[in-house]
């Protein structure tokens, strides 16, 4: 029996190292521009996608990346262990629902946009009198939550799109639509990928009620280890100076940031 003694403890060892790196984290998000953007090979850049790339890196974490439609990507990181999602906005009735690991973007508050020529728009003096309109949003996302926060309702005053791409389209093809809620960020690029000059669009009145600024967050069964390490390389890319660097590598093409 002695003789086994150091087979099974290098076998023990190995397998301690095995568990020990075996957890892989499976990151998901969205087509949202200047953040995150999905190329046509499926593979996925961005803003965002840099600074939590940086981060597992970091953590020397195995890892995959997708992106989905935010439905899809937001079921995902709810309902399966070890999966993270970004750029997701932390909201009150989120805030049980993941374990938050920390921001990738800067503070950027919601904004309801009109096309110029839509006269409801200066009839809007407070959040309240969007209730007389209808506006379109976002199925989940955190724009959605919003607006039923303050009071709008589904069917009633607030459509609900599944496809974020086709968003800004409502306003041009859908007469009853009269509103749509983006961010100061991004609404250039969604813009651009509706094919609609940004030109015709008219920003109507700020939400501040609904900060869209975006962290990392994990399903709430993730490996305890995966979540200590991203806290911690994600925490130390914001205070070693490296979140700056690649923010302002990308600031160029946030046209709201110059």
Same mark, same amino acid.
């Given at each position: 029996?002695?003789?086994?003694?150091?087979?099974?403890?290098?076998?023990?060892?190995?397998?301690?190292? +095995? +568990?020990?790196?075996?957890?892989?984290?499976?990151?998901?998000?969205?087509?949202?521009?200047?953040?995150?953007?999905?190329?046509?090979?499926?593979?996925?850049?961005?803003? $965002?996608?840099?600074?939590?790339?940086?981060?597992?890196?970091? $953590?020397?974490?195995?890892?995959?990346? /997708?992106?989905?439609?935010?439905?899809?990507?937001?079921?995902?990181?709810?309902?399966?262990?070890?999966?993270?999602?970004?750029?997701?906005?932390?909201?009150?009735?989120?805030?049980?629902?993941?374990?938050?690991? &920390?921001?990738?973007?800067?503070?950027? !508050?919601?904004?309801?946009?009109?096309?110029?020529?839509?006269? /409801?728009?200066?009839?809007?003096?407070?959040?309240?009198?969007?209730? /007389?309109?209808?506006?379109?949003?976002?199925?989940?996302?955190?724009?959605?939550?919003?607006?039923?926060?303050?009071?709008?309702?589904? &069917?009633?005053?607030?459509?609900?799109?599944?496809?974020?791409?086709?968003?800004?389209?409502?306003?041009?093809?859908? $007469?009853?639509?009269?509103?749509?809620?983006?961010?100061?960020?991004?609404?250039?690029?969604?813009?651009?990928?509706? &094919?609609?000059?940004?030109?015709?669009? /008219?920003?109507?009145?700020?939400?501040?009620?609904?900060?869209?600024? +975006? +962290?990392?967050?994990?399903?709430? !069964?993730?490996?305890?280890?995966?979540?200590?390490?991203?806290?911690?390389?994600?925490? !130390?890319?914001?205070?070693? &100076?490296?979140?700056?660097?690649?923010?302002?590598?990308?600031?160029?093409?946030?046209?709201?940031?110059?």
């Amino acid at each position: 029996m002695e003789k086994l003694t150091p087979l099974l403890l290098l076998i023990a060892l190995l397998t301690n190292s +095995f +568990f020990a790196h075996s957890a892989k984290v499976t990151l998901v998000t969205e087509h949202l521009p200047p953040y995150q953007m999905i190329k046509e090979d499926s593979s996925v850049v961005g803003f $965002a996608t840099e600074v939590v790339l940086n981060a597992v890196q970091r $953590a020397e974490l195995d890892y995959s990346l /997708h992106g989905y439609p935010w439905v899809r990507s937001y079921n995902l990181a709810l309902k399966k262990n070890n999966h993270c999602i970004y750029s997701i906005a932390r909201l009150p009735s989120r805030e049980k629902l993941f374990t938050w690991i &920390g921001p990738v973007t800067e503070k950027n !508050n919601a904004v309801i946009w009109s096309l110029k020529n839509n006269k /409801h728009s200066k009839e809007i003096a407070t959040l309240d009198d969007l209730k /007389h309109y209808t506006t379109a949003v976002n199925k989940n996302d955190a724009t959605h939550v919003g607006m039923l926060a303050i009071g709008l309702t589904e &069917g009633e005053n607030l459509y609900v799109l599944e496809h974020t791409e086709s968003l800004i389209n409502l306003l041009v093809v859908r $007469a009853e639509i009269d509103f749509i809620v983006a961010d100061d960020i991004t609404i250039t690029h969604r813009a651009k990928l509706a &094919g609609v000059p940004i030109e015709l669009l /008219h920003r109507v009145i700020e939400v501040e009620s609904l900060p869209l600024n +975006f +962290f990392l967050a994990c399903n709430i !069964n993730t490996d305890k280890d995966i979540i200590e390490k991203l806290t911690t390389s994600l925490t !130390n890319i914001h205070q070693d &100076g490296t979140y700056q660097k690649i923010f302002s590598k990308w600031k160029s093409k946030m046209p709201h940031l110059k």
